[in-house]
């Protein structure tokens, strides 16, 4: 079946670091990937999204690129805020179902 | 725009109590899920929907059940509380397949954090 890994955490930068995240999958036919993100008391928000291989989704500086050959979707950002210091769930949803998989999600804390 | 609601926010439960944690949605959107997230589990799906009148069994349905009256609401029940359903619950919402806006794009609420002791 299908399933998401990604890295455990908790992560901990300081301010300006660069931050990678993994995220590999295991889907059958040619999911849509995403990273959602959680800050502290509030629901999930989507932060991108790839829906095709080698697409980029981008926003707010993080950035990841979807690669089928290595079935990744790391996510990365070159210099972090405190105010990235969130849970970040990597995700797929496959083609015309309802079926979304989590990560289990990464802690990251971003120190001043 | 409100997007997606739940209540409430916090509750505490005896074992065998029940419970209907509401959701709703002003987006008209077709597809709604609740999800469980438990520390360290991700997020694993109870129930969802695909639209009015049609619900159907997640990952974890055991001791839930929902109904789907209105595009717009989608109640969550726990009918004899344990504690194994100590959780944060989210309720989400999506447009669904077969419309062309659709971006696949799941919209959360904030969460219901639920305690039974």
């Known amino acids: 079946g299908n399933s998401v890994t990604q890295m455990e955490g908790p992560v901990t930068l300081s301010e300006e670091a660069f931050l990678t995240i993994n995220c590999t999958y295991t889907?059958?036919?040619?999911?849509?990937l995403f990273w959602y993100v959680q800050y502290p008391g509030e629901g999930l928000q989507l932060l991108l999204k790839?829906?095709?291989?080698?697409d980029k989704g981008s926003n707010k500086g993080f950035e990841a690129t979807y690669r089928k050959e290595t079935t990744s979707f790391h996510l990365e950002k070159g210099s972090v805020q405190v105010s990235d210091s969130a849970v970040y769930f990597c995700a797929l949803s496959t083609s015309g179902t309802y079926k979304y998989i989590f990560g289990t999600g990464t802690r990251l804390k971003v120190l001043a | 725009n409100a997007g997606v609601t739940q209540t409430p926010k916090f509750r505490i439960l005896k074992i065998g109590q029940s419970m209907t944690l509401q959701c709703t949605q002003d987006?008209?959107?077709?597809?709604m899920y609740w999800y469980r997230q438990d520390p360290g589990m991700g997020l694993k799906l109870i129930y969802y929907s695909v639209g009015a009148g049609i619900t159907d069994k997640g990952e974890v349905p055991n001791g839930y059940n929902v109904s789907r009256s209105t595009t717009e609401d989608f109640p969550l029940r726990l009918e004899l509380a344990a504690p194994s359903q100590t959780s944060v619950y989210f309720c989400?919402?999506?447009?669904?397949?077969?419309?062309?806006?659709?971006?696949?794009?799941?919209?959360f609420g904030e969460g219901s954090r639920l305690t039974v002791l």
């Open positions: 889907a059958t036919g040619y999911p849509s």
């Open positions: 987006m008209n959107h077709n597809y």
């Open positions: 790839a829906t095709k291989a080698d």
């Open positions: 989400a919402s999506s447009l669904g397949s077969g419309h062309r806006e659709n971006t696949g794009e799941l919209f």
